[in-house]
């Protein structure tokens, strides 16, 4: 069954749904500016490029999926492949990631999975983004989840967990806003 989220993301013109978490959390910190340079990983089916697209923003966006139509620099690579970085550069004003493994409906598996991704975004992070840049990342709510924003504190001047409103109430997905890239 379609939810209303998705429906009205396809009678305005997006390729997803995903778009309105995006729009939501750029709006509430100001993570996003116009005419940034934005890695997008995890970009299939492409709504968050037609997002950053609307406020002129330089586009690359990764998947393992094609993403076809959109006007953007497009990588089709796994982000597990150092190669990306070729293909990328730096000097990045964000990375945005909505990565998630495939589930195979074993929880425990699902959130190694999904830290899994989240470390290599944030490592992908580290590597791309201007000092005082931002990351935002999907991530699974687990037990593994504090560990893991310890390290982001690390990193960045200012670390918000946050959950969109367009998120499926059943979902225990949630995103990370880490703001202000340290310069080390």
Not at 66 to 87: M, Q, W
Not at 89 to 104: N, R
Request: proline letters at 3%.
């Amino acid at each position: 069954m379609i939810d209303k989220h998705t429906l009205r993301a396809l009678k305005e013109g997006y390729l997803g749904r995903a778009i309105y978490k995006l729009q939501e959390i750029n709006k509430k910190f100001e993570i996003i500016k116009k005419e940034d340079k934005v890695l997008d990983l995890g970009c299939y089916p492409g709504s968050w490029g037609q997002y950053l697209l609307t406020l002129e923003c330089n586009v690359y966006g990764v998947d393992v999926k094609d993403v076809k139509g959109l006007k953007f620099k497009f990588i089709n690579k796994d982000v597990y492949d150092d190669s990306i970085f070729d293909d990328v550069g730096d000097k990045f004003d964000a990375v945005v990631s909505d990565l998630a493994p495939k589930l195979g409906g074993i929880k425990e598996v699902d959130n190694e999975r999904s830290m899994d991704l989240c470390y290599r975004s944030l490592y992908i992070a580290k590597k791309v983004l201007k000092p005082k840049g931002n990351f935002m990342v999907k991530i699974f709510d687990n037990p593994m989840l504090m560990e893991y924003l310890k390290k982001l504190r690390k990193n960045f001047n200012y670390v918000k967990v946050f959950k969109p409103k367009v998120s499926k109430k059943r979902s225990n997905e949630i995103y990370i806003v880490a703001k202000s890239k340290h310069n080390r």
